[in-house]
């Protein structure tokens, strides 16, 4: 009888993983050798983040389980308590002792009733596994119900704990939350019996149960095995772990986010833009394990947050699904002159809502902030989490996304408007994923951030004699190494003549934007990406002359990676001189400065004037001269005729 009880016992509180050395030691009287049953009995669990202490280095291969108070493992792991988990007990049945008397002697063994049918059917107990039957209540020794957990448990877990769970709920009565400072709970006044032992609830960071337990209450003592005692105290373990999410963007559309010191193309948690460009966003999430119901996601919500330079184009929201963090980060390709992006190609399933922004797994909303900042809350629904958290199939242990990276892909167009912040600053969006689990009130956060970065040009036009006519100068801007082609910038003068605001791209001439400076000469071309430009001017004032040649405007970027997203930090060269950028208001290195000096075209002769006047005399000169040497001409003829008649 002792080596069943004690085996019983053992794994029983074995398949719970529940920790503990030797045991605070007990002193026992020759009463207590049998069971009292005028008494009562308390169980008090303690909860651990195993996850937490093995990573700080915490071994805890030495521990067994006694089921006992054990103060050096509370002081071992103290630091490592887990708080917010709910445990719920079902008595199952009384405790019995049993003799079976065959023709040669009597068989005396201890017997536990199980008065509830669908535990038993979960466990998958047969008519050959009972002892007895008493008042319709079939009775199990130790051996029969620890191999039957076991073997459920192994053939198909998570089956088998959303099954005890499941009727731990309905019938049994879950103990408070364990202590968010102890990680301990209790129950005392319990009917002396065989119960089992459930993790119903759990806090959001917690991805594994402890599988379902059996208990005897009271239980033998297995170091002295001479007594029994009814205070049992349990130290389970959990696995924890928490979802991961970054937030990236990028210039699809002209195929480069930055030069910077790393790969320009694609995804990154920084990229520059033309105010006017819609730029792709994402934020990849990797969920956290599902491994029965108390550890299924109840929320998954994202909170994307635009700076007012951003604007959302509303309801073009995806969400990809891919096994490996691996495949959903590469599943994407940037535009080529000749190919438009891609996202989620590869996708295993696609999630996609409708114009008005519900789906059949995820619903997405939008708000204005008073700041001028807009946000999109992106939440899966009630149908999207049950496909979350379901398994494929029975055969499946966990959840049929536990683990997956979800790709969320969004677009967002670049405000021509003073809202767009130019330079270092950047313009910032966040996203915070909000989750939770089954216990209530335990909720946990991430954050992350993207920016976008954009430019501008400040020209200065002068005219050497002093001129003002800065109304008859125009300029065309083009941009000379864009990955997917050479484009003319289309703009708009905003709110004044003078400044402008990039809006569109074009690649014929004639459709380029021409700026024409303010009445200072000063003219303003804001929200150009990074890249290399070149500047004509196609006009100027009568009497001056334009420029020889183009002027060649490189907008270049330093990346420096930070704790939570990078930065860049731009320089500039005009024709290859470096230029020392302006600040815009706190935001350094946003404008790039140029001075146009417009000179004075050569005089030629104007038509009626000094020029005609001598040509005039010349004319007469000649004219005389001509006709003097006529005369002198015919009069030396003449006398010569003269002479020869006399």
Request: glycine letters at 10%; proline letters at 3%.
């Amino acid at each position: 009888m002792k080596q069943k009880i004690h085996r019983f016992t053992a794994m029983g509180l074995a398949l719970c993983a529940a920790l503990g050395l030797s045991g605070t030691a007990l002193a026992y009287t020759p009463q207590d050798a049998t069971i009292d049953y005028g008494r009562t009995a308390s169980l008090t669990v303690t909860k651990y983040d195993l996850t937490a202490a093995t990573q700080a280095g915490v071994s805890t291969g030495g521990l067994v389980s006694t089921g006992k108070e054990n103060h050096e493992a509370e002081t071992m792991l103290q630091d490592y308590t887990l708080g917010g988990v709910e445990f719920t007990y079902l008595r199952l049945g009384g405790i019995d002792m049993y003799s079976d008397q065959d023709a040669a002697n009597a068989t005396v063994q201890v017997i536990y009733g199980v008065d509830n049918e669908d535990v038993r059917d979960t466990l998958g107990l047969t008519s050959e596994d009972v002892v007895k039957t008493e008042d319709g209540i079939p009775w199990y020794t130790s051996d029969t119900l620890i191999d039957a957990l076991e073997e459920q448990l192994t053939a198909n877990r998570r089956a088998t704990k959303d099954a005890l769970e499941a009727e731990a709920n309905q019938s049994g009565t879950a103990m408070p939350l364990t202590d968010d400072i102890t990680g301990t709970t209790s129950v005392d006044g319990l009917d002396l019996g065989l119960y089992l032992v459930v993790e119903t609830e759990v806090p959001e960071n917690v991805t594994s149960t402890v599988n379902p337990f059996l208990v005897s209450l009271p239980m033998t003592d297995t170091e002295t095995g001479d007594g029994w005692f009814y205070d049992v105290t349990v130290y389970p373990k959990n696995q924890t772990g928490n979802p991961t999410l970054e937030k990236e963007v990028a210039d699809l559309a002209h195929g480069i986010s930055f030069s910077g010191d790393i790969d320009g193309l694609g995804y990154r948690d920084v990229a520059t833009g033309s105010t006017g460009d819609v730029m792709g966003y994402r934020y990849l999430s990797t969920l956290p394990t599902i491994t029965s119901n108390a550890t299924q996601l109840t929320q998954y919500r994202f909170e994307d947050i635009l700076s007012p330079g951003l604007e959302y184009n509303q309801n073009d929201v995806i969400v990809c699904w891919y096994e490996s963090y691996e495949a959903a980060q590469k599943d994407y390709t940037v535009a080529t002159p000749n190919t438009p992006a891609t996202n989620g190609t590869n996708a295993v399933e696609i999630w996609e809502c409708d114009e008005h922004g519900h789906g059949t797994y995820f619903d997405v909303s939008y708000a204005d902030g008073s700041d001028g900042s807009t946000m999109m809350t992106l939440q899966f629904n009630e149908a999207g989490l049950e496909r979350i958290n379901t398994p494929v199939d029975n055969s499946q242990q966990e959840g049929r996304y536990s683990d997956w990276t979800c790709v969320v892909y969004y677009t967002a167009k670049i405000n021509s408007t003073e809202d767009m912040i130019l330079g270092d600053e950047g313009n910032p969006n966040t996203v915070t994923l909000t989750w939770e689990r089954t216990s209530q009130d335990y909720i946990d956060t991430l954050t992350d951030e993207a920016k976008v970065y954009s430019y501008g040009i400040h020209l200065t036009k002068k005219f050497s004699a002093g001129g003002t006519n800065f109304d008859a100068v125009q300029f065309i801007a083009k941009n000379v190494t864009n990955a997917t082609g050479n484009y003319y910038v289309v703009a708009e003068a905003n709110p004044a003549k003078g400044v402008y605001y990039a809006t569109g791209t074009t690649t014929n001439v004639d459709e380029a934007t021409r700026m024409t400076p303010d009445e200072t000469g000063h003219l303003y071309l804001y929200g150009v990406e990074e890249d290399t430009y070149q500047l004509t001017e196609t006009q100027t004032d009568a009497g001056y002359t334009l420029l020889e040649d183009v002027i060649t405007v490189d907008i270049g970027t330093k990346y420096t990676p930070g704790v939570q997203v990078g930065s860049l930090t731009a320089t500039a060269t005009v024709d290859g001189y470096s230029a020392t950028m302006e600040a815009m208001g706190d935001s350094g290195n946003a404008l790039v400065p140029l001075t146009v000096l417009n000179t004075r075209g050569f005089d030629l002769p104007e038509t009626g004037g000094q020029g005609t006047m001598v040509t005039t005399v010349v004319g007469i000169v000649l004219a005389s001269g001509m006709l003097t040497g006529c005369i002198a001409l015919r009069y030396w003829k003449r006398k010569g005729e003269l002479d020869e008649k006399k």
